[in-house]
């Protein structure tokens, strides 16, 4: 039996095992034991989503059973390895010691402080999903005790948030927190302005890896945001209630450090050559050059493909390179085939700043292209489905399409609230065109007789020779007064006074009011058509098309289709524009000029 151990579920572990597993499924004896210490595998370029409360943590942890559950020939093993023996092929755990032929290293960066004093005692990371939890609850915390706190200068520091480095990580976490912290501000009845957010880098500019182009457009979306950029301005010092920045103490209680990563703890007294903040020197073929069973996948590899001056990066898709990579070099040395050198093609970055706004440049190695904004925020979602497909299938691909665009709150996605599980009226959307379409054709067809004679009354039966009116199925002009809805006799007593009433005479004829109120049906038709299409007041439009239908059915006029009209017009009277309609944006600005009324405050004449 051969033993393929696999260590870290991180990136490049989850991705290399569930490759072998595959493309080992038909060789009953080999094994492949998957060794973590958590029970899960972590999102990691996903931790600011959770930490700043734009997603539920379930968002960024998948459990490691779900992902190898349909595969037999891989265990999943939870335990700390704090030793590797590399020439007695053993592990040794904190549970148990570990043989394997094959092995693969995984395990991933922590955080460096680069022996800046008092940053690993006083300052928030960014890591792991633990991480992430701590921060949210720290950061509403903040705003809990602001909201009480008397003294200008102990609010000022609970409202003040730093975040350190100026990469990829810190830039999308300080897009969050400028989203989270305004959420935070009104839910505890705090002046936005009073908080302050900082992000500090001592390179000389943010996002150094992206064209011009775009750290200009980073940079000028997060002013726009209010966040406060302090670059080529080293951190000498963190302590417990302030940081000092370029030689300025700012005084917070929120220090986040994102500046940069180094090897794993295991890294640290794992018995190879190592370079460039503990990651391990592997060959051509990304195995330890002495011991050529060992593999190396991810962050924790340090390779200079041929032709490059830099080693890899330490980003998802070189574990999304290095994975296949090494899954077909074991599976070459178990079946005698030929092994391939690492040749990586890296198709460029992403950064999001905040949940609508994003910078991206893509491509192939010879030609990126670069987006911002929406676009470039749907394409980081667009790769994250994909790698998703690939570790959990579809059933995480759901989950994601739930905690990033229905499940969201505060309209903090790039689809902002339009699909929302708060209110079904997605489902409904289609309903109400439908029945707009419907309105709209029926008020134009009839628009061009009231313009061709406005005299010409077909909208209000003729008075018939028996006395009676609208509600007679044997009125003139009623072609479809054969197939009418029924009307109870009360309903038609009531008709028929109103009627005599209003527009008939004594000879029978039509009165004045008459042609107006014909005119005005067959534009209430029109107007309550285009409000249903566009979704604008669709809850007053939707209400209207009722009443319509109940006066048309009382007259005695409605053929059996109204019923349709009248049931579907209940449907949508819960607000179906307020998705994928015009109500989306214009029920909110109405409602907060309604909330300043003085009249409506004096009254709560409002709903929060």
Known sequence: MKQIVVLGGGYGGVLTAKKLAKRLKKQPDTRIVLIDKKPYHTLLTELHEVAAGRVDESNIKIELKDIFGGFRNVEVVLDNISDVDFNARMLKGERQTYTYDYLVIGTGSKPTYFGIPGADRHAFTLWSFDDAIRLREHTMNMFRQAARETDPAKRKALLTFVVVGGGFTGVEMIGELAEFTKQLARDNHIDERDVTLHLADMMPTILGNLPESLIKKSVKRLQKMGVVISTGSPITEVKEESVTVGGKEIATRTVIWTAGVEGSELMETIDAEKQGRNRIITNDKLQLPNHEN??????????????????????????????????????????????????????????????????????????????????????????????????????????????????????????????????????????????????????LDKLSKVLDD???????????????????????????????????????????????????????????????????????????????????????????????????????????????????????????????????????????????????????????
């Open 294 to 443: 060992v593999y190396v996948v991810g962050d924790n590899i340090f390779y200079i493909p041929e032709g490059e001056q830099r080693p890899v990066p330490q980003m998802v898709e070189n574990a999304e390179n290095s994975a296949p990579l090494i899954t077909h070099n074991i599976v070459a040395d178990l079946t005698g085939g030929t092994k391939k050198s690492y040749k990586p093609a890296f198709h460029g970055m992403m950064v999001s700043i905040g949940s609508r706004y994003g910078v991206a440049s893509v491509g192939t190695a010879n030609k990126k292209f670069q987006f911002s904004g929406w676009f470039a925020m749907a394409i980081k979602h667009l790769i994250n489905i994909v790698y998703l497909i690939q570790v959990a299938g579809l059933y995480k691909v759901w989950q994601y399409w739930l905690n990033e665009f229905t499940l969201v709150k505060n309209n903090r996605s790039i689809l902002g609230g339009h699909f929302a599980k708060r209110s079904p009226n997605i489902w409904l959307v289609p309903l109400r065109i439908f029945v707009g379409c419907l309105w709209l054709k029926e008020g």
């Open 454 to 608: 406005p005299g010409n009354i077909f909208l209000i039966p003729a008075k018939v020779t028996d006395g009676t009116s609208g509600a007679s199925p044997a009125a003139d002009g009623a072609a479809e007064a054969v197939e009418a809805l029924s009307v109870p006799d009360w309903i038609s007593g009531i008709v028929d006074w109103s009627m005599d009433l209003m527009f008939y005479k004594a000879d029978g004829s039509f009165t004045a009011l008459a042609p107006v109120f014909q005119t005005g049906m067959v534009l209430a038709e029109i107007v309550i058509g285009v409000l249903l299409v566009v979704g604008l007041f669709t809850a007053p439009a939707a209400l209207l098309s009722v009443l319509m239908g109940v006066m048309i059915w009382s007259s005695g006029m409605a053929a059996p289709e109204m019923i349709w009209y009248m049931l579907a017009g209940i449907a949508l009277i819960g607000g179906a524009g307020s998705t994928i309609g015009l109500d989306y944006y214009v029920y909110p600005r109405l409602l907060r000029r309604w909330k300043k009324l003085r009249f409506v405050k004096r009254w709560y004449l409002y709903s929060k």
